[in-house]
């Protein structure tokens, strides 16, 4: 099973401490989250999966941390400036504002189950384009609207890999095919965003440009979308809440040939089964277009430069044919928050206990899991136990994450465990005094197994590879 719907992640988060919302002693602010003590850690476990994936256990690709403000220009010849725009609408009655491409995911404000522009008394402006990028401004500036100050918070990390492209390549000696990968920061002035953190105006992105020969793209932009299938069942997400969307000519990006979105099934609850997937991810083939256009030499039909603000020519030679060209790119582009997300709803379930009360389970990968091992102690009166399971925690600890719980009965402290996740429960008992083992109970199964404290470590470790 998997979770009924985004609502049942968004209150269990809440409740255990992966995702709370931002500014909450505020008031909050609209689709903004924090990461609490939970989530921080399975973000990051997500994130180091795909960079040892991509960096650690292949051959052909390089990491990058580029910086979230660039040079104005740099968003002026990746095109975002012209065309990073969403059709925007105002309903002149609610005064809300609507993006039209999406008007049928969303109910009108003042009449649930009609989409806004449905009813009588709604009354929808032209639509107008508006751009997406966060505007500031850079240095001791005597106006906000200077211009000779303006900068963006980047809204895809994507080009600061390609104005990248000949520092890595130079330095790197790199031959094509390879890679760049890179994780951070990206920013967006949604007009709808929303569904937790499916859509923010702030969030992270995993991206990696690979580069290769113009004749290799299509067949290699296919290998990425298999591969990332792959990589994503690794996470634990099954294959049955995936589905892969042929973007067509009409939703293409500026720069793209193809693009190919792996969707996940995020709306469970809906009836209509073409609404129950969104976009997780984009794999898409964006030709030779960023090279090209923050390089000084490519020129137009009429012979002026495409460029004339470059100082840099981003072409590869290549040393075996003597031909000089622009590399095509392939683009797997996936969001950190969005992959959570998707982690979490695949990794959710519900199973009865004896009593007949219903308990979550949050079958994470071990991999992925917040805390790898909680050590209990059945009676936190007595000295010997807590002072053992204390030691036993420090003990695992600089190898595997573990926490120790003492703060409720041993049913309660399992419960809350297997909520957050947590593969094993190590128990400390009284018997452990005596014979020097422990009861080590499966988050999955709520089998036991007594183990002896030598040989526990070990024990784990085999355990948490699975
Ligand atoms: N460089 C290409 C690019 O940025 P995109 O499809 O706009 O492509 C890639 O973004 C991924 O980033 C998306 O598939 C999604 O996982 C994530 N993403 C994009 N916008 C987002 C938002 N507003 N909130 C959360 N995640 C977002």
Same mark, same amino acid.
């Given at each position: ?60 690709i390089e990491g990058l941390d580029s ?7 740099? #968003? ?85 890999i390609?104005i990248n492209f000949k520092n890595v390549l130079d330095t790197s000696r790199r031959k094509?095919?390879f890679g760049i ?30 580069f ?18 792959? #990589? ?80 840099e020519?981003l072409?590869y ?150």
């Open positions: 099973m998997s979770a009924p719907n985004i609502e049942t992640i968004v209150s269990l988060s809440k409740r255990r401490g992966f995702v709370f919302p931002a500014s909450d002693v505020y008031g909050g602010l609209g689709s903004s989250w924090d990461y609490g003590q939970l989530g921080v850690e399975l973000a990051n476990n997500i994130k180091r999966s795909w960079w040892n994936w991509l960096v650690y256990e292949r051959d052909d910086s979230i403000i660039q040079n104005r220009l740099v #968003w002026k010849y990746s095109g975002h400036e012209q065309t990073f725009h969403d059709p925007l609408v105002d309903c002149r009655t609610c005064k809300n504002r609507f993006r039209l491409d999406k008007l049928v995911d969303v109910d009108c404000p003042n009449h649930a189950g009609v989409h806004p522009g449905e009813d009588k008394e709604c009354s929808l402006t032209e639509a107008r384009a508006f751009n997406l990028m966060f505007r500031t401004t850079v240095g001791a500036v005597s106006s906000d609207e200077d211009e000779n100050a303006l900068a963006y918070l980047r809204p895809e990390t994507a080009q600061g390609f094509l095919p990968a890179q994780i951070g920061k990206a920013f967006r002035n949604e007009v709808t965003p929303g569904n937790f953190i499916f859509r923010t105006r702030e969030f992270e992105q995993m991206e990696m440009e690979y290769v020969r113009p004749e290799d793209a299509q067949r290699i932009h296919q290998e990425w979308i298999d591969g990332f299938q792959t #990589w994503l069942q690794s996470l634990g997400i099954s294959a049955a809440n995936m589905s892969l969307y042929e973007q067509t000519a009409e939703e293409l990006a500026h720069y793209a040939e193809r693009t190919v979105d792996i969707m996940y099934r995020f709306f469970p609850e809906r009836e209509d089964e073409t609404k129950q997937w969104d976009e997780l991810m984009g794999i898409a083939n964006r030709t030779d277009y960023d090279l090209r256009v923050h390089s000084k030499k490519p020129e137009d039909a009429e012979g002026k430069r495409i460029n004339p603000d470059s100082t020519d072409s030679f290549d040393p075996q044919t003597n031909e000089r060209f622009y590399p095509y790119v392939i683009e797997p582009a996936i969001g950190v928050n969005r992959t959570l997300l998707a982690v979490m709803m695949d990794a959710y379930t519900e199973k009865t206990n004896d009593k007949g009360e219903v308990r979550v389970i949050l079958k994470l990968k071990p991999e992925l899991a917040p805390i790898k091992v909680a050590v209990l102690p059945l009676a936190k009166n007595n000295d010997g136990i807590v002072s053992l399971a204390k030691k036993l925690k420090h003990d695992l600890q600089p190898s595997m994450r573990t926490v120790y719980d003492d703060t409720g009965g041993i049913g309660k402290l399992y419960a809350r465990q297997d909520e957050i996740g947590t593969p094993f429960c190590v128990t400390v008992d009284h018997e452990s005094l005596e014979d020097n083992a422990v009861t080590i109970r499966d988050r999955d199964t709520w089998e036991q197994e007594r183990v002896g404290i030598e040989d526990i470590r070990e024990y784990l470790q085999k355990r948490l590879m699975k």
